[in-house]
């Protein structure tokens, strides 16, 4: 009992230990204290970036997690600050205005897209978001992709070298004269039997030997092998060999693989080596000696895979820890943890690591190398690589090549070739200009510059003539970065442009050019619209000599034009300027038609045209044959959009049309309310215009029958027989009209007022679209009269500006001070 519960005590503790090394091992894998900002590429911030977003975290808790995992308060600003930028360039549309001229000449003002972010990786993830921070084990990653599994070929054909052991089984076929097939197995002792011929023993021996042994007996069994009798073996059921590996792998231990497995088919079972162990010096060790020494290296830069032999039964793998490991970065096309073995120098480094990149600075490298108790940098020039012996913990930084000329000029502006030009010994301003394929003829001849850099970085600005440098009566020497700016004339000046309005096709800017006439203009625009004058154009030009000290001063001038209506080409025609404005009017009897529309119970309900200015409402009824018998006149209505009759205020919003479906006018009339509460300059108001029908049509021609405008729509409802009510009452509703019933009867049929409703706010939507509210009587409500079809609407109040408290307050001290007025008063009479 006592040796059980030890072993019980022994098994747990055992466990308690490998879970303390698995968490440690956890720990120090998300270490980030070794972690160089600087190092890491934009992309792999990026992938950190969707990583956390794909995990649900912010920025800042992103960088919490940092914090927590070991990175250092400087490299936590550095990371912050490469965010901030990846951001900003990911969001970044810098969008520009950009006027260009159509075909015709006409200005079009578009949008310009400077900048298009690249999309995130989203299909990138891994379970430790930080991992792409720390420095990559060159080969690391080769027993850890899931699709490069080094799994043995079974369907090979057999190899010649392969040994034989026991539970292999071998196909023999005898063919020829004699013919005979036998499926052997090897037995635990390495032998097999054949019929009518005996034992052969084949253990340990390889395919090419066992075939010549069983060859021989045949031959003495007086098969005829080779004299019209052929013999071909080959391996049948394969074997499984156990192998054991050790040391600094993810997963040591004993395991079964086919007999043709490998070395790196052991080590993908195994998970490959951990971040200490060794990818150069991996031992195979066979019945207690080393008999192999594989280099992971070998196989990825060369594609050699010499040293991955087949492994054996009881083989031993071995993999031990890194001796030296020095990482490259920067300017390098893998950068990473490269292992070193001795005798190699920095070359053979550079060469794993796939060589510089095309911007990098080859000349020198600077290394960050170990000294005593602290570092120190070191430079190795280019001229070493080959001699220079990589040393323990050393860190490469191949820096990039300086961004600047040594022998560039540029030349822009009004040039046919402008850019960027090579500074020949002596070259002159005139040289380049030639070079660039010479001046435009828009060029500003009087004035260009050349902005020059010097010796301190600053800049400073010369200025030439270009005539004079063209006649070569001044030579101007180059320097190295100069830039040479010749502007155009039109650069100088406002963009000529000129603007045309009224009754034409395509109203609009439009280029101005020399020489234009107020027919060209209108060509451009289209021709004239229907219905234009060409008998009173009016041009209004700018004037530059107006009197300041004059009231009655001049601000445009303004000529009146006429044309030919086939705008035909004469010698007397206006010749218009930059920036006049021509404006072209409609003839004065010309009307375009204007359309009403009749709704609801009409013997001719639809779209009637108005047939004279002074066309009503009772005309309109008259010409649609009159109101139906189940027509309800005092729920006619009027709606009337047109902005020039109604004079809309642009602070005002509009309400929908109160004839729609209920509950989406009521649930709009309550959010515009509620908007109104927020912004005193937003009114509600509806587009309907109250009119009283029944005596309309009583008294046609009276000044309550409107006269017609275009786009009204006049809408005669059916008899209607119910109240809606809506707003703060406990259930909003419709309820069947009765006279007999009062505001509140209608109210308390929808439940009552809510404990929010604004009572003396309370107002009716009637069928006509009039509007009648809630008037104040001494302290009560006089609530106006309910017809059918009508609409009940309780607001909410408004949200109290001070608590109650200091409103009960408020109030009892004016009270008391009215109270001691009063009483001061009264002792003064007596």
Same mark, same amino acid.
């Given at each position: 009992?006592?040796?059980?519960?030890?072993?019980?005590?022994?098994?747990?503790?055992?466990?308690? *230990?490998?879970?303390?090394?698995?968490?440690?091992?956890?720990?120090?894998?998300?270490?980030?204290?070794?972690?160089?900002?600087?190092?890491?590429?934009?992309?792999?911030?990026?992938?950190?970036?969707?990583?956390?977003?794909?995990?649900?975290?912010?920025?800042?808790?992103?960088?919490?997690?940092?914090?927590?995992?070991?990175?250092?308060?400087?490299?936590? $600003?550095?990371?912050?600050?490469?965010?901030?930028?990846?951001?900003?360039?990911?969001?970044?549309?810098?969008?520009?205005?950009?006027? !260009?001229?159509?075909?015709?000449?006409?200005?079009?003002?578009?949008?310009?897209?400077?900048?298009?972010?690249?999309?995130?990786?989203?299909?990138?993830?891994?379970?430790?978001?930080?991992?792409?921070?720390?420095?990559?084990?060159?080969?690391?990653?080769?027993?850890?992709?899931?699709? +490069?599994?080094?799994?043995?070929?079974?369907?090979?054909?057999?190899?010649?070298?392969?040994?034989?052991?026991?539970?292999?089984?071998?196909?023999?076929?005898?063919?020829?004269?004699?013919?005979?097939?036998?499926?052997?197995?090897?037995?635990?002792?390495?032998?097999?039997?054949?019929?009518?011929?005996?034992?052969?023993?084949?253990?340990?021996?390889?395919?090419?030997?066992?075939?010549?042994?069983?060859?021989?007996?045949?031959?003495?069994?007086?098969?005829?092998?080779?004299?019209?009798?052929?013999? $071909?073996?080959?391996?049948?059921?394969?074997?499984?060999?156990?192998?054991?590996?050790?040391?600094?792998?993810?997963?040591?231990?004993?395991?079964?693989?086919?007999?043709?497995? !490998?070395?790196?088919?052991?080590?993908?079972?195994?998970?490959?080596?951990?971040?200490?162990?060794?990818?150069? &010096?991996? %031992?195979?060790?066979?019945?207690?000696?080393?008999?192999?020494?594989?280099?992971?290296?070998? *196989?990825?830069?060369?594609? +050699?895979?010499?040293?991955?032999?087949?492994? $054996?039964? &009881?083989?031993?793998?071995?993999?031990?820890?890194?001796?030296?490991?020095?990482?490259?970065?920067?300017?390098?096309?893998?950068?990473?943890?490269?292992?070193?073995?001795?005798?190699?120098?920095?070359?053979?480094?550079?060469?794993?690591?796939?060589?510089?990149?095309?911007?990098?600075?080859?000349?020198?490298?600077?290394?960050?190398?170990?000294?005593?108790?602290?570092?120190?940098? /070191?430079?190795?020039?280019?001229?070493?690589?080959?001699?220079?012996?990589?040393?323990?913990?050393?860190?490469?930084?191949?820096?990039?090549?300086?961004?600047?000329? %040594?022998?560039?000029?540029?030349?822009?502006?009004?040039?046919?070739?402008?850019?960027?030009?090579?500074?020949?010994?002596?070259?002159?301003?005139?040289?380049?200009?030639?070079?660039?394929?010479?001046?435009?003829?828009?060029?500003?001849?009087?004035?260009?510059?050349?902005?020059?850099?010097?010796?301190?970085? +600053?800049?400073?600005?010369?200025?030439?003539?270009?005539?004079?440098?063209?006649?070569?009566?001044?030579?101007?020497?180059? $320097?190295?970065?100069?830039?040479?700016?010749?502007?155009?004339?039109?650069?100088?000046?406002?963009?000529?442009?000129?603007?045309?309005?009224?009754?034409?096709?395509?109203?609009?800017?439009?280029?101005?050019?020399?020489?234009?006439?107020?027919?060209?203009?209108?060509?451009?625009?289209?021709?004239?619209?229907?219905?234009?004058?060409?008998?009173?154009?009016?041009?209004?030009?700018?004037?530059?000599?107006?009197?300041?000290?004059?009231?009655?001063?001049?601000?445009?001038?303004?000529?009146?034009?006429?044309?030919?209506?086939?705008?035909?080409?004469?010698?007397?025609?206006?010749?218009?300027?930059?920036?006049?404005?021509?404006?072209?009017? !409609?003839?004065?009897?010309?009307?375009?038609?204007?359309?009403?529309?009749?709704?609801?119970?009409?013997?001719?309900?639809?779209?009637? /045209?108005?047939?004279?200015?002074?066309?009503?409402? +009772?005309?309109?009824?008259?010409?649609?044959?009159?109101?139906?018998?189940?027509?309800?006149?005092?729920?006619?209505?009027?709606?009337?959009?047109?902005?020039?009759?109604?004079?809309?205020?642009?602070?005002?919003?509009?309400?929908?049309?109160?004839?729609?479906?209920?509950?989406?006018?009521?649930?709009?009339?309550?959010?515009?309310?509620?908007?109104?509460?927020?912004?005193?300059?937003?009114?509600?108001?509806?587009?309907?215009?109250?009119?009283?029908?029944?005596?309309?049509?009583?008294?046609?021609?009276?000044?309550?029958?409107?006269?017609? %405008?275009?786009?009204?729509?006049?809408?005669?409802?059916?008899?209607?027989?119910?109240?809606?009510?809506?707003?703060?009452?406990?259930?909003?509703?419709?309820?069947?009209?009765?006279?007999?019933?009062?505001?509140?009867?209608?109210?308390?049929?929808?439940?009552?007022?809510?404990?929010?409703?604004?009572?003396?706010?309370?107002?009716?939507?009637?069928?006509?679209?009039?509007?009648?509210?809630?008037?104040?009587?001494?302290?009560?409500?006089?609530?106006?009269?309910?017809?059918?079809?009508?609409?009940?609407?309780?607001?909410?109040?408004?949200?109290?500006?001070?608590?109650?408290? &200091? /409103?009960?307050?408020?109030?009892?001290?004016?009270?008391?001070?009215?109270?001691?007025?009063?009483?001061?008063?009264?002792?003064?009479?007596?």
């Amino acid at each position: 009992m006592i040796k059980t519960n030890f072993l019980i005590f022994l098994f747990i503790a055992v466990l308690c *230990f490998g879970a303390i090394n698995h968490v440690s091992a956890q720990i120090n894998i998300q270490n980030l204290s070794s972690v160089n900002i600087d190092d890491v590429p934009d992309q792999q911030i990026i992938q950190l970036l969707q990583q956390a977003q794909n995990s649900g975290l912010s920025d800042a808790e992103l960088i919490r997690q940092a914090q927590s995992r070991g990175m250092s308060s400087a490299q936590i $600003q550095k990371l912050q600050t490469r965010i901030q930028n990846i951001r900003s360039k990911a969001s970044g549309k810098k969008v520009q205005a950009d006027t !260009t001229e159509d075909a015709d000449g006409r200005i079009i003002t578009g949008r310009k897209l400077n900048y298009k972010p690249d999309s995130l990786d989203s299909a990138y993830a891994n379970k430790d978001m930080f991992e792409n921070l720390r420095p990559k084990i060159f080969g690391a990653d080769l027993f850890k992709n899931k699709n +490069s599994s080094f799994e043995p070929n079974l369907k090979l054909a057999t190899p010649v070298n392969y040994i034989i052991g026991p539970d292999d089984q071998l196909s023999v076929n005898v063919y020829g004269n004699s013919s005979v097939n036998w499926k052997l197995e090897v037995s635990p002792e390495g032998n097999i039997t054949i019929p009518n011929v005996g034992v052969i023993n084949v253990g340990g021996k390889s395919i090419e030997q066992a075939t010549a042994q069983i060859k021989s007996r045949l031959s003495a069994s007086n098969y005829a092998i080779g004299h019209g009798t052929s013999v $071909q073996i080959t391996l049948g059921n394969i074997r499984s060999i156990k192998v054991i590996i050790v040391g600094q792998v993810q997963k040591p231990g004993t395991y079964t693989l086919p007999s043709l497995a !490998t070395v790196f088919n052991a080590l993908y079972m195994s998970g490959g080596p951990t971040d200490n162990g060794s990818l150069r &010096q991996i %031992e195979v060790i066979r019945n207690n000696r080393i008999i192999r020494h594989l280099d992971v290296y070998d *196989f990825i830069v060369k594609g +050699s895979q010499k040293d991955n032999i087949s492994l $054996q039964d &009881q083989d031993i793998v071995r993999v031990p820890t890194y001796r030296t490991r020095v990482q490259l970065v920067g300017q390098i096309k893998i950068p990473a943890l490269f292992e070193v073995l001795p005798g190699e120098t920095l070359d053979n480094i550079l060469n794993y690591a796939g060589g510089f990149t095309d911007s990098a600075y080859t000349a020198r490298i600077k290394v960050s190398q170990i000294s005593d108790q602290q570092r120190k940098i /070191t430079d190795v020039v280019e001229a070493d690589y080959k001699n220079y012996i990589p040393l323990r913990g050393d860190k490469y930084i191949v820096e990039s090549i300086i961004n600047r000329f %040594e022998n560039r000029v540029v030349i822009k502006g009004a040039i046919f070739k402008p850019g960027e030009y090579e500074l020949q010994n002596g070259l002159t301003l005139n040289q380049l200009i030639a070079n660039a394929a010479g001046l435009k003829e828009d060029a500003f001849m009087e004035r260009g510059t050349i902005t020059r850099l010097k010796s301190d970085n +600053s800049t400073e600005i010369i200025g030439f003539n270009v005539r004079d440098v063209i006649n070569k009566t001044v030579n101007i020497s180059l $320097q190295r970065e100069d830039i040479v700016n010749i502007s155009s004339i039109f650069d100088l000046r406002d963009k000529y442009q000129i603007v045309i309005n009224g009754s034409v096709r395509k109203p609009g800017k439009f280029a101005f050019s020399e020489n234009m006439k107020v027919e060209d203009l209108i060509f451009k625009a289209g021709g004239f619209a229907e219905g234009a004058s060409t008998k009173r154009i009016e041009v209004a030009r700018r004037i530059s000599d107006a009197d300041p000290n004059s009231k009655n001063s001049s601000v445009a001038q303004v000529f009146s034009v006429n044309v030919d209506g086939q705008l035909k080409p004469s010698e007397g025609n206006f010749v218009l300027q930059p920036f006049d404005i021509v404006s072209v009017y !409609t003839l004065p009897g010309f009307e375009k038609q204007k359309t009403v529309k009749v709704e609801g119970e009409v013997m001719y309900p639809g779209s009637y /045209t108005i047939k004279t200015k002074n066309e009503k409402i +009772s005309d309109l009824v008259a010409r649609a044959g009159g109101l139906t018998a189940s027509a309800d006149p005092e729920g006619g209505s009027l709606k009337r959009e047109n902005i020039a009759i109604l004079g809309i205020d642009k602070r005002k919003a509009d309400t929908l049309a109160i004839a729609r479906e209920s509950m989406d006018r009521m649930s709009r009339l309550k959010r515009t309310y509620k908007d109104s509460t927020r912004n005193e300059d937003t009114i509600m108001r509806n587009n309907f215009v109250g009119i009283d029908l029944p005596k309309i049509l009583k008294s046609p021609g009276s000044k309550d029958d409107l006269l017609l %405008e275009d786009g009204d729509i006049l809408r005669i409802p059916k008899q209607q027989q119910i109240v809606r009510v809506n707003g703060q009452v406990l259930y909003p509703s419709a309820v069947v009209y009765d006279r007999s019933k009062s505001f509140n009867d209608f109210v308390s049929n929808a439940g009552g007022y809510g404990p929010d409703a604004l009572r003396r706010g309370a107002y009716i939507v009637y069928a006509n679209g009039t509007v009648k509210g809630t008037r104040k009587v001494l302290f009560f409500n006089n609530h106006p009269s309910v017809k059918p079809g009508s609409e009940i609407f309780v607001p909410k109040k408004s949200e109290a500006k001070s608590n109650t408290a &200091q /409103t009960i307050l408020g109030f009892t001290t004016g009270l008391a001070s009215l109270g001691a007025i009063i009483l001061g008063i009264l002792s003064l009479n007596k």
